[in-house]
């Protein structure tokens, strides 16, 4: 299977912008690669650079060392998600999918296929400009699909798509590397990134910030927390400020504490005679790892998360 490969890729638009700056990563066969970074860090032109409807400042952006465009039938090696108002309005969905099949020599039959799997079947005659936004991105994940591509690259599929949709495009994604295929998605919704992804890349800035397994990513950066329950919590509460650790009480007597691993707060809460209903080390969020390391690189900050930042 191929790889997406991009190197010392850089794109300035106009005298100032610079939205990709100096990025090299390489994204791998047979898992999913979350693509990450705030508002306007640069994603969507990199994938843009990657299909070739860009061209690079300087550096390249291929699949395995091919530009997009030297291939003749490219949907049938790589198949992407960018902009799903892209495709016609006056079209029929089938007959959109059709015109791309036959300019990329793909089987007219594959068109009902994709179609199928993607919960369309019953609205392939209708006009898309009819469509919701969940039925344009179905659409456009079909389209990505046509040609059986080895490479498929997604920019926010889940936009649009009702709890449903949602959970179908995660066990596609899933599915997508399952299969042994490259697939590089993009995402604002680190609870869901979290549950597709094996590994990130993350851009700050048009900057390569982070390109690590998620495991690892959240390892790092998250700090250690322990949440305990327990039929005394003023008596623990006081056992650890004494301590001087940060506790956090819920309003249902949950208490969590930075800083510590279970096995230490279980063996304070023993010393002093708390009996104990729960006790388990958190797994940090990917929501808290990914706002620790983007915090600095972040273009597009409220007013309000500015000033907290200052203070
Ligand atoms: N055609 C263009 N002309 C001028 N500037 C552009 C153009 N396309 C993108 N940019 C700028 O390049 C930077 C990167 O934008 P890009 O859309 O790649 O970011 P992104 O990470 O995909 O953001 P988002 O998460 O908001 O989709 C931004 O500052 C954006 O304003």
Sequence with gaps: MKRIIVQQLTKTYGAGVCAVDGLSFTVHPGRVTGFLGPNGAGKSTTMRLVLGLDRPTSGTATI?????????????????????????????????????????????????EVLGEVGLASVAGRRIKTFSLGMKQRLGVAAALLGDPEVVMLDEPSNGLDPEGIIWIRELIRRLARDGRTVLVSSHLMSETSTFADHLIVLGRGRLLADTPMQTFLNDRGAARVRIRTTQP??????????GYATVQDDDGLIRIDGLKAEKVGAIATQHGVPVLELADEQPTLEQAYLDLTAEATEFVSISASKSLEG
């Design 64 to 112: 395995e060392g091919r530009g997009y465009a030297s291939f003749r039938t490219p949907l049938r090696h790589v198949g992407a998600l960018l902009d799903a108002n892209a495709a016609h309005g006056s079209r029929t969905a089938c007959d959109h999918l059709g015109s791309l099949a036959a300019a990329n020599r793909i089987p007219a039959g594959r068109v009902e």
């Design 234 to 243: 003023a008596r623990l509460l006081d056992a650890l400020v004494h301590r």
